[in-house]
Each structure stands twice: as structure tokens, then as C-alpha cells.
Antibody, heavy 121, light 107 residues
Framework: QLQLQESGPGLVKPSETLSLTCTVSGVSISSTFYYWGWLRQPPGKGLEWIGTINYSGSTYYNPSLKSRVTISVDTSKNQFSLKLSSVTAADTAVYYC?????????????WGQGTLVTVSS | DIQMTQSPSSLSASVGDRVTITCRASQGISNSLAWYQQKPGKAPNLLLYAASRLESGVPSRFSGSGSGTDYTLTISSLQPEDFATYYCQHYYSTPPTFGQGTKVEIK
């Protein structure tokens, strides 16, 4: 059974880099069928797609965040990670990792529980 | 970016009611639309994709329709567990974007 679990600091200072990891269990992240994504949701607000990666490290990002985002994959640990640099209070959100459906399109059929990251000094 | 606009933003309904939520895209998206349900403190849960295809395990009271720029999610007979916020999301182009959500509350 597929499970995704986000981990990382819950508090990040302004101008620093937010770093999160998603550990995948129940399926190999190296599967060619699936891509893996990060999304976020500011408290009380809607959802925003951050970016997507596949097993070989091929990535594509939301243009609004592209200059600050890096997503990477570690197949040996069955994990993928998010780094968001130069954070501000506007980056405070619940961050989700998710699996992209195997249709080749960016809808997400399995999600982690989410982790709240607060940007504050 | 393609803008997704949902209506209404919230609605009150009773158990057993038929509920319809609308999602309008700022340009045609060729049925490249997914619907999610989100309960408080939980991650979104995929209900439908390709506008009308039901995700495995999702009750058949949920259905989707539409074409071009206009899409609907229908719950044929609202159940107590359906009180939640619903989001549409297009995946026609990058970036995929979401509607602002429709909160379904108990009347």
C-alpha cells in the first residue's frame, strides 16, 4: 500500500532555505510509471503546485517559484526532496508531497498527510 | 496561467440533497480536469480525473461532466461524510492550477 510521508523543520527563518523530504513506501520511486510532486496550501487558502520530478531526476516547476525551487530524488532511499530558497512569510503553508497519476498528466492520486512550515524569525 | 473559478464558494445542503459545483477555466482545457475532496486537517483526496472518470474506490454518487471551459461536479445524494471542501484542478498546461474551493456545509 502506497504511503508518502513529509519530514523536515516546521519553522524556518526569513531569507533562509526551506528543506523537506518525502519518504515513499509501498512502491519503488524508481518506477517509470510515476512522477512525484510537491504542492502547498497556505493556512485557510487554496492549493498551489510547486513542481514535479521523475525517477531519473527530470523536473519541471511552477514558473512563479522556479527561481527559488529545487526538487531532487534519491532512489537509494526511496525519497524525493524539496528546497525553497529565500523564504518569506508568504511561503508559510502546509506542504504536501504527492504521486502523479500514471496517465502522464499532472493530477495527483496519492498524497502525504502534509507538514506545516512556518516562516518566522 | 489558466485561471480556475469555482462557484459557489460555499453552500449549505442537507443529507440526501443533490449538489452541483461548477468550475470555469479561463480558456479551454479539453477535459483536462480533476476534482478533489479535502476535509479539515487532511490532504486532498482525488475524486475524478479527465473531467468524468471516477477514481478507484470513490462512491458512484460522485460524477463529473463538462467540456471546453465549463465543468461540474455533482453529488447525487449528499451523505454525512461528504461535508468538505471541493477543489477543481486543470492539468492542460504547466502550471496546473486549482480553483479556490467550494465548502459544502450542513444545512
Amino acid at each position: 500500500q502506497l504511503q508518502l510521508q513529509e519530514s523536515g523543520p516546521g519553522l524556518v527563518k526569513p531569507s533562509e532555505t526551506l528543506s523537506l523530504t518525502c519518504t515513499v513506501s509501498g512502491v519503488s520511486i524508481s518506477s517509470t510509471f510515476y512522477y512525484w510532486g510537491w504542492l502547498r496550501q497556505p493556512p485557510g487558502k487554496g492549493l498551489e503546485w510547486i513542481g514535479t520530478i521523475n525517477y531519473s531526476g527530470s523536473t519541471y516547476y511552477n514558473p512563479s517559484l522556479k527561481s527559488r525551487v529545487t526538487i531532487s530524488v534519491d532512489t537509494s532511499k526511496n525519497q524525493f526532496s524539496l528546497k525553497l530558497s529565500s523564504v518569506t512569510a508568504a511561503d508559510t503553508a502546509v506542504y504536501y508531497c504527492a504521486r502523479r497519476g500514471n496517465s502522464g498528466y499532472d493530477w495527483f492520486d496519492s498524497w502525504g498527510q502534509g507538514t506545516l512550515v512556518t516562516v518566522s524569525s | 496561467d489558466i485561471q480556475m473559478t469555482q462557484s459557489p464558494s460555499s453552500l449549505s445542503a442537507s443529507v440526501g440533497d443533490r449538489v452541483t459545483i461548477t468550475c470555469r477555466a479561463s480558456q479551454g482545457i479539453s477535459n483536462s480536469l480533476a476534482w478533489y475532496q479535502q476535509k479539515p486537517g487532511k490532504a486532498p483526496n482525488l475524486l475524478l480525473y479527465a473531467a468524468s472518470r471516477l477514481e478507484s474506490g470513490v462512491p458512484s454518487r460522485f460524477s463529473g461532466s463538462g467540456s471546453g471551459t465549463d465543468y461540474t461536479l455533482t453529488i447525487s445524494s449528499l451523505q454525512p461524510e461528504d461535508f468538505a471542501t471541493y477543489y477543481c484542478q486543470h492539468y492542460y498546461s504547466t502550471p496546473p492550477t486549482f480553483g479556490q474551493g467550494t465548502k459544502v456545509e450542513i444545512k
